[in-house]
Antibody, heavy 119, light 110 residues
Framework: QVQLVESGGGVVQPGRSLRLSCTAS????????MHWVRQAPGKGLEWVAVIWYDGSKKYYADSVKGRFTISRDDSRNTLYLQMNSLRAEDAAVYFCARDHIVGAAPDYWGQGTLVTVSS | IVMTQTPLSSPVTVGQPASISCRSS???????????LSWLQQRPGQPPRLLIY???NRFSGVPDRFSGTGAGTDFTLKISRVEAEDVGVYYCMQATQSWTFGQGTKVEIK
């Protein structure tokens, strides 16, 4: 079955960096685009970034553009999110999600990893 | 593109229908002719779950009491008969131009 497991969250000071990982199993990883979506405590969902199935295209939310980088390693079935210059407002649960083969919709989600930004 | 959902909260009685509206600030018809509007459910303490994609296509395993309709800028998710397990927050999401979510609609049992 499709499984997505995020890791790498934790407490980080403002201005510092963190790298999140999402390990995928149960499907052919390089057939799917992948998303990062975040959810601040008690708030709604905010799309963060997407990477095409072949890594050829990457798109970012304006709120993270220039600070975050999405990447993938198909040999490891792993998606990454490099987060630099972290701010208090980046604190959230970060979910990775698989893009549905059709319909451009995130069809499977991980359980999320919590990022806390605090001095 | 800004996605606006109404209502933000919907108390419903088990067995009764529920309806959530989602309006986009511009047409969601993509240049390829498709409309990339999805609906997701987030139960308390859980990650989101895809219900509907491309306006009206139910994702695998989604009960047929969930249905989606709409076109252009106006879309609706309907639950024909609400069950207790349907409690949660429902989001519309567009992927026609970048990706954005609506602010969410909380469905709770009266």
């Amino acid at each position: 079955q499709v499984q997505l497991v995020e890791s790498g969250g934790g407490v980080v000071q403002p201005g510092r960096s963190l790298r999140l990982s999402c390990t995928a199993s149960g499907f052919t990883f390089n057939n799917h685009g992948m998303h990062w979506v975040r959810q601040a405590p008690g708030k709604g969902l905010e799309w963060v970034a997407v990477i095409w199935y072949d890594g050829s295209k990457k798109y970012y939310a304006d709120s993270v553009k220039g600070r975050f980088t999405i990447s993938r390693d198909d040999s490891r079935n792993t998606l990454y999110l490099q987060m630099n210059s972290l701010r208090a407002e980046d604190a959230a649960v970060y979910f990775c999600a698989r893009d549905h083969i059709v319909g451009a919709a995130p069809d499977y989600w991980g359980q999320g990893t919590l990022v806390t930004v605090s001095s | 593109i800004v996605m606006t959902q109404t209502p933000l909260s919907s108390p419903v009685t088990v067995g009764q229908p529920a309806s959530i509206s989602c309006r986009s600030s511009q047409s969601l018809v993509h240049s390829d002719g498709n409309t990339y509007l999805s609906w997701l459910q987030q139960r308390p303490g859980q990650p989101p779950r895809l219900l509907i994609y491309e306006i009206s296509n139910r994702f695998s395993g989604v009960p047929d009491r969930f249905s989606g309709t709409g076109a252009g800028t106006d879309f609706t998710l309907k639950i024909s008969r609400v069950e207790a397990e349907d409690v949660g927050v429902y989001y519309c999401m567009q992927a026609t131009q970048s990706w954005t979510f609506g602010q969410g609609t909380k469905v709770e049992i009266k």
